[in-house]
């Protein structure tokens, strides 16, 4: 069976022509497609032999919204998504004064197993096609009836441990959804090698690095691919990325109580990263089931802030959204296959 929504317009003209069918034929068939069509029968102009033959040799990829989880304080709504499959992913969409932003999954589960991570605890299935990074868009956006605005590959997976599949996601993007590579995100806990082929493709999209620790030491107890890729790699990695691309590079720092938010940290988080193009976003860590991390104190995210910002290093602490609804992702998974939700 043919992934239909994971095809490019062309690839999808030439797919039909040479099944015998006429080209404006594919060009109906794509615009069912960016309307976010579900079913083959909603393609009402399409002739009856068309139609049984996609739904004989394709299928659409869907996330079915299975569950749906509104914050009281701020309107984020966290989706709970089914696949063809059976398998569940999460998608959360925020609301900005710039509009609205969706953070989507890239893969089941993940490999990566850093320790703060409610998505990294419950193991990996399986890579999400293109064609089902795509639908979690056009699911949420249907659900909502509003234009999504931007996008960030944040939610469930390694967007670079599904490195062709997302790199396909982001070339199709544009077309069928309407979203331009400026208001795309990728998020990376740091995969060396993905972040030069990547800065090489110069792309327009954005590029948020995980960084969480400033030593190899409290960051390999976190994150274990930093002991694949420690911290020195990755800051070349990333400065390669910057020069390359001119484009400034986030990281993101989730600040735990008595782990990496110290003053010490602080200054070599500062000494890490200076000079660099570059912005740090302070979390306050989100505190998942089963793992004994607690946020820091407001009063220490200040001063962890105030101490980079001394250091002339751009530095914000994120305000936290949906914290009413367990907005990190991974977690409401969790709860809904134990039974909570
Ligand atoms: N795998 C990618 C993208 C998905 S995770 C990555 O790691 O970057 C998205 C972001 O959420 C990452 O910055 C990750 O470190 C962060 N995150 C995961 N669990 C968290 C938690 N409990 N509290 C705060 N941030 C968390
Ligand atoms: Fe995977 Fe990112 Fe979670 Fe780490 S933080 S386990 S890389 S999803």
Known sequence: MIDLRSMTRDELTRYL???GFEKYRASQVYN?????????????????????????????????????QVSKID???KYLMQLYDGEYIESVLMRYHHGLSICISAQVGCKMGCTFCATGKSGYARDL???????????????CGERIANVVLMGMGEPFDNYENVMRFLSLLPDTVGIGMRH???STCGIVP????????MLQCGLSVSLHAPHDEQRSMTMPINRRYPIGELMQACRY?????????TFEYALIDGVNDSDESARALGRLVQGMLCHINLIPVNTVTGARYQKSTTERRTAFCHRLSEMGVNATVRRTLGADIDASCGQLKRNFEKGDV
């Open 75 to 77: 309107g984020t709504v």
């Open 32 to 68: 069912w497609l960016t309307k976010g069509a579900t079913d083959f029968s909603e393609m009402t102009n399409l002739p009856e032999r068309l139609r049984r033959f996609l739904r004989e040799h394709t299928y659409l990829a869907t996330a079915r919204i299975v569950r749906r």
């Open 194 to 201: 993905r972040i030069y082929e990547f800065a090489d493709r």
């Open 17 to 19: 022509v040479d099944s």
């Open 129 to 143: 096609t293109t064609s089902e990074m795509l639908a979690q868009i056009m699911s949420a956006s249907d659900d």
């Open 184 to 186: 795309i995100t990728i």
């Open 241 to 249: 990325y910057t020069d390359k691309t001119g484009r400034r590079i």
